[in-house]
């Protein structure tokens, strides 16, 4: 069974700029949720999508957004780009996002990188 | 500010030994995970804990979740080379374990 897979693995950008990113969840798998990783910080929880619905947002300012594909992909957008969103962006999903028997499975990750 | 607080930060330790990071706050969790991240990869989900009290083993490692379901622990026995990484614990905040209230995490290292 093919993991969760996040594109692209590294990316670029200016600030100013707006970035997409993309995660394909594991097949069958209905919650992806989202989350920015950096050093000071930690894992910070950004939003949770369920059968292509917002369920949970974290907080974080409105230019980071994201939704979610009747197929269960998911993405998310940050708009014009600050140098503090420099950061790996973690995709994780489940099969129903609560319950033991729900775990979270994560992907590798996208590395945004700012300038 | 974080509502998990880890111990320690940072574990250099000799294969063979054994160690015990240590994940607190002072509130109350529906659940809790542990987490294992790797350079360059996600976490990796461990262990997960719902009751208080709970004891859970998985080969050397060693989990507990605190009576008032507000602390765990993680211990390791015999550490090896191979359970180096970062180790994340993880509070569920409600229903949707989507989100979920992430520690800082405890860098390990285990040297041969």
């Known amino acids: 069974k093919a993991g969760v897979t996040q594109t692209p693995r590294y990316l670029i950008k200016t600030r100013g700029q707006q970035v997409t990113l993309s995660c394909s969840p594991i097949s069958g798998h209905r919650s992806v949720s989202w989350y920015q990783q950096t050093p000071g910080q930690g894992l910070q929880f950004l939003f949770e999508?369920?059968?292509?619905?917002?369920?949970n947002k974290g907080n974080f300012p409105g230019r980071f957004s994201g939704r979610q594909f009747s197929n269960s992909r998911s993405e998310m957008n940050v708009s014009t780009l600050e140098l503090g969103d420099s950061a790996l962006y973690l995709c994780?999903?489940?099969?129903?996002?609560?319950?033991?028997?729900?775990?979270?499975?994560f992907g590798n990750g996208t590395r945004l990188t700012v300038t | 500010t974080q509502l998990l607080e880890q111990s320690p930060q940072f574990l250099s330790i000799q294969e063979g030994e054994n160690l015990t990071v240590y994940c607190n706050s002072s509130?109350?969790?529906?659940?809790l995970q542990w987490y294992r991240q790797e350079p360059g990869e996600g976490p990796v989900l461990l262990v997960t804990v719902v009751t208080g009290g709970e004891v859970k083993k998985l080969k050397r490692l060693t989990f507990q979740f605190g009576d008032a379901r507000k602390d765990s622990s993680l211990h390791i026995t015999a550490a090896q080379p191979g359970d180096t990484g970062l180790y994340l614990c993880?509070?569920?905040?409600?229903?949707?374990?989507?989100?979920?209230?992430f520690g800082a995490g405890t860098q390990v290292v285990v040297t041969p």
């Open positions: 509130s109350v969790f529906s659940s």
């Open positions: 993880a509070g569920g905040l409600g229903d949707s374990w989507g989100k979920l209230q």
């Open positions: 994780a999903s489940s099969p129903q996002g609560q319950g033991e028997n729900s775990p979270l499975h």
């Open positions: 999508y369920f059968s292509e619905t917002q369920r």
